[in-house]
């Protein structure tokens, strides 16, 4: 099947973020439309323990004008295809062109332990849930435009499906040379929006400090760690000493220092072939909004879009 649509407008850069989930409600609708005022084009939440992805995106669009809302990643084991299809044509009827769907297949142990389920053969599992996703019935007000997904793909078949049955794939946790590849498994018209960590610390001790810290929750995890050595990274750059991510890797995964270094580093996503690139900022309080961070990233915006137009 080719991709669902032309291509949603998602600007050049986005911001991803887990500290809305945190806040009270009204206080993550402030932040969502102060990142509209100040040109973040896409917001990307999570799904995991935090919010209903779904809820969520219907109230912080209400909070908005323009803003585009992505699940990065709505998971395929928390609800039926069925479920997950009617929840994005109703989103999409009720804010035309401002919901794209980012859907996954998780991890052996959210999918075990959270959502009592089994996880086995994934590409054939995420086939199957489109095939059903795409036959599915919707009798309610139907959207006036088109829907839009993307896949959560690593891995060269997942890579390939996204381009063939949806509009692009959303990487997540990946270094710069994933981008590369990623675009040429793509082809020229698919999305490509990575997600990037950023750190604002100029300081290397605490940068990588505060770095492993976010990367140990994901460096355990197969699915990443089996991506990163695909490109090149070793199993002692992976669990290092104690545990600990080398730094080869941690300057590979995660972006810090200046404004400007951190801007070179969006702008190495986009030479690799990303047509968007989804900020995470990170800071020791993993949990607090990062808005001065926010507004400092805001200030790049203009030149970053006007040398990726």
């Keep these: ?26 206080k993550s609708q402030e932040a969502a439309a102060e990142l509209e005022s100040l040109g973040f084009h896409t917001l990307w939440i999570p799904e995991a323990i935090g919010r209903e992805p779904f809820a969520s995106a219907a109230l912080l669009l209400s909070a908005t004008k323009s803003l585009v809302v992505a699940t990065g990643i709505a998971s395929i084991h928390a609800r039926t295809a069925a479920t997950m299809q009617a929840g994005q044509k109703t989103l999409t009827e009720a804010f035309p062109e401002r919901f794209l769907l980012g859907i996954g297949v998780s991890h052996h142990h959210m999918v075990k332990s959270l959502h009592k389920s089994v996880y086995e053969k994934p590409y054939s599992k995420m086939v199957e849930y489109l095939d059903v996703m795409d036959g599915g019935m919707f ?8 829907t839009h997904r993307v896949l959560a793909a690593l891995g060269p078949k997942m890579l390939k499906l996204a381009s063939e049955r949806a ?3 959303h990487p997540y ?20 929006a990575p997600e990037q960590a950023v750190i604002f610390e100029t300081d290397p001790a605490k940068a990588r400090e505060l770095a492993r810290k976010y990367m140990g929750t994901y460096t355990r995890l197969p699915n990443y760690a089996n991506n990163l050595l695909r490109h090149g990274f070793t199993e002692d750059d992976i ?19 200046s404004l400007d270094t951190i801007a070179q580093r969006i702008q190495d996503q986009f030479d690799a072939g990303a047509s968007h690139v ?32």
Excluded: C
């Design 167 to 169: 509009d692009g794939a």
């Design 173 to 192: 946790f990946a270094p710069v040379e994933h981008t590369h590849v990623a675009r040429e498994i793509l082809g020229a018209d698919p999305i490509l």
């Design 278 to 309: 989804s900020v995470q900022v990170l800071h020791s309080d993993l949990l607090a909004l990062p808005m001065h961070q926010w507004r400092e990233l805001a200030k790049v915006l203009p030149d970053l879009n006007a040398q990726n137009a």
């Design 239 to 257: 669990k290092g000493v104690n545990g600990s991510s080398s730094d080869r890797l941690v300057d590979a995964i995660v972006a810090w220092g």
């Design 139 to 146: 009798v309610a007000s139907p959207p006036t435009t088109p």
């Design 1 to 26: 099947m080719a991709p669902l649509s032309p291509r949603l407008s998602l600007g050049k850069v986005g911001i991803w973020t887990f500290a809305l989930d945190a806040q009270p409600m009204s």
